[in-house]
């Protein structure tokens, strides 16, 4: 033995040491070590497998829990020395462990693969992440039932092309949201499946000669099977690419949440204010009051679509099995999962911050003429063939823009003018209130339709 590469745990055939620049470069320590836990997990379960089935004595399956506890007290206390000239969390953990333990330590990688253990790892880092997720999701869907709840009968101007349309409910349009984030606990609660697999006994890529039992790893950590092939075992991440379009496509609804609040809180619409402290001012104009956070939440979409494209991009042109490109899934990875675990907890809270101004969604809605579709209901019931009635509420449309005014405080002979069968009953249909009341359907914006639907939304979010 000559030289300083025997440092390395690889180095046997290596005869000159890699330089600091190429150390630095291949290391992933200083990322990969927040899977430590899932790494001493993975460690603990494969050498109870090894004691088990004879491969390692029952002492050395002593000696390796004895020095694991250790080794996990001292990470969690911040007291061990990460080295970067270990490169990665797993022989950090296993060199240490062998400084503590002596000869069962050198053990415990018998019939192992940093490549398998390495997947194994990211597996049950990301099903913690995913429960966390769908936990957070669930309580940002119960606070958007509970504002939907408040707001189920407040009128408000719904949109199309941005333009005034018809009447809603604030309380259906919140519920809008609540469908669509619960697509997306669905989109993670099936990544889940597909994650939750025992990549363990691959080895390298191609198995191992040793009488192991992958089922029994698999069940001591909860994963629900083992993967089916070593080699794909070893080499795909598409699990992970998975996960993250799911994060993709959550911050996509938040982002659109987010232009909304962001328009909603502009004094030129004013429809709703958001606590101060979501909110940040301007250091030069004192009156400012800036909604921040949905507008950086607005910003860190594109962020996570980033790290899509950068996990498709490191997989699209991998052979068959492991490469080292693979070391670049963690960075993406962990930035998606801290990005939709932070927005979800702060909008979760920020959504019972949110304080409506009914009176400025009132008047938004007398200046677009939202009612004109319910006329032109109307005068269908009344026998007019759709595309007339259409034609007559236009023009009585133009006529109400002329005299500055919205279409019910247009006079019964004004309306007669344009549509001889409008009878008085018409302003029932005219006014907001008669207009949300019609739309008597489920999914519709009733406020009554409204309330069976929080009352649904309640019920599917304990199931
Ligand atoms: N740090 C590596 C990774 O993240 C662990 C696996 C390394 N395997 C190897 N043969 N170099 O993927």
């Not at 180095?11 to 320590?29: C, H, I, M, N, W």
């Not at 309580?139 to 809603?168: C, I, N, Y």
């Not at 070391?327 to 920020?350: H, N, S, W």
Request: charged share 25%; hydrophobic share 45%; proline share 4%.
């Amino acid at each position: 033995m000559t030289s300083n590469a025997t440092q390395y745990t690889w180095a046997g055939r290596f005869s000159e040491p890699v330089s600091d620049l190429v150390k630095r470069y291949t290391a992933s320590v200083d990322f990969d070590r927040r899977m430590w836990r899932q790494d001493i997990r993975g460690s603990l379960a494969h050498a109870r497998m090894l004691a088990r089935q004879g491969i390692i004595a029952a002492a050395d399956l002593a000696d390796i829990e004895r020095g694991m506890a250790a080794v996990g007290a001292e990470i969690e206390s911040g007291a061990f020395a990460w080295s970067l000239d270990l490169e990665d969390v797993h022989l950090n953990i296993e060199k240490r462990l062998t400084a503590l333990i002596g000869d069962a330590g050198k053990r415990l990688h018998t019939g192992r693969s940093r490549n398998d253990q390495v997947a194994t790892d990211i597996r049950l880092y990301l099903r913690d992440a995913i429960d966390d997720i769908l936990a957070l999701i669930k309580v940002f869907r119960s606070a958007l039932v509970d504002l939907a709840e408040k707001e189920a009968a407040t009128p408000m101007p719904g949109f199309t092309h941005l333009q005034v349309a018809q009447p809603v409910t604030f309380g259906h349009h919140v519920l809008a949201y609540f469908e669509m984030f619960g697509r997306d606990a669905e989109r993670f609660a099936d990544a889940r499946k597909r994650t939750n697999r025992l990549p363990l006994g691959a080895a390298a890529l191609a198995g191992t000669t040793y009488p192991i039992d992958r089922e029994y790893v698999a069940e001591q950590l909860g994963f629900d099977g083992v993967c089916e092939n070593s080699l794909d075992a070893v080499s795909d991440r598409d699990f992970a690419i998975e996960f993250t379009a799911a994060c993709a496509l959550l911050m996509m609804h938040v982002s659109r949440l987010s232009e909304e609040l962001v328009m909603w809180m502009s004094p030129r619409v004013g429809f709703i204010q958001i606590a101060d402290r979501f909110c940040t001012g301007s250091s030069i104009m004192p009156q400012k009051k800036n909604p921040d956070v949905p507008e950086l939440a607005r910003g860190k979409t594109g962020r996570v679509y980033g790290q899509l494209m950068s996990l498709l991009t490191l997989m699209k042109s991998q052979p068959l099995a492991y490469n080292k490109d693979n070391q670049e899934d963690k960075e993406p990875l962990f930035d998606a999962v801290d990005t939709v675990t932070d927005t979800l907890r702060i909008f979760a809270d920020m959504a019972g911050g949110i304080a409506v101004r009914p009176e400025a969604m009132k008047a938004a809605l007398t200046q677009g003429f939202a009612t004109a579709t319910d006329l032109a209901d109307y005068l269908v019931k009344k026998g007019l063939p759709f595309r007339d009635a259409h034609e007559a509420v236009g023009h009585a449309v133009k006529a109400a823009e002329q005299k500055g005014v919205d279409l019910p405080q247009l006079t019964l002979d004004e309306l007669k003018a344009f549509c001889p069968q409008v009878d008085k009953d018409v302003f029932s249909v005219l006014t907001v209130e008669g207009s949300l009341a019609s739309r008597n359907h489920v999914g519709g914006t009733a406020p009554a339709q409204v309330m069976a639907a929080i009352a649904r939304a309640r019920k599917r979010l304990t199931d």
